[in-house]
């Protein structure tokens, strides 16, 4: 990747950061597009230039973590099982960026109720929608290159990018919960990831 690339990946993480950060601070509808394009330092044009909406911009952060992952996967070694490569591919998205590690850690608590306030807004929730959708017929076909068969006709890499999302959104959902107790979000995406790769035996 070049450096112009380089530097548009950063300005649209930084854009799609500030856009999530900004809303769970304030609320949805006390939030401008140009605050968002002031707190990442580029102009409200710039920001138009990357997204159509503040729903966009936020949805963009999952996009881009699962498209990353699809990349990932695809770099793996072709001799690497197939869980073991998603798990690694799904971890590795799991860093957090220099648009996230340059802030303030935010309070755990006001985080997750802002973050559960914030996913309730319908403009967030279409555009989450529609991320989804295109995330996981992304981590489909790079699953059916790594494993032979056809996303087009075959369920099988469907089932996997499905199933992968899923154990993503509950690992996250447990480490926002304010009932779970457990905060080491490397840690339960391993854990929701082994479950569902061993067939979800009930707990013993």
Known sequence: MGLREQKKVATRAALGWAAVRLIVERGYDKVLVEDIAAEAGVSPRTFNNYFGSKAEAVASRHL???MHIAEALRA???GEPLWDAI???VLEQLIPGPEVTSQPRPDREVWAAGLELMLTVPAIQAESLRAAARAESTLAAAVAERTGTDAATDMY??????TVLAAHNVANHSHYSLFSGKSDIL???TEALRQVSSGLPPPS
Request: charged fraction near 15%.
């Open 157 to 162: 890499p469907n089932l996997v990018a499905a």
């Open 64 to 66: 881009d973590r699962c």
């Open 187 to 189: 840690a339960l995406t």
């Open 76 to 78: 793996r070694p072709a």
């Open 87 to 89: 798990t690694a591919a």
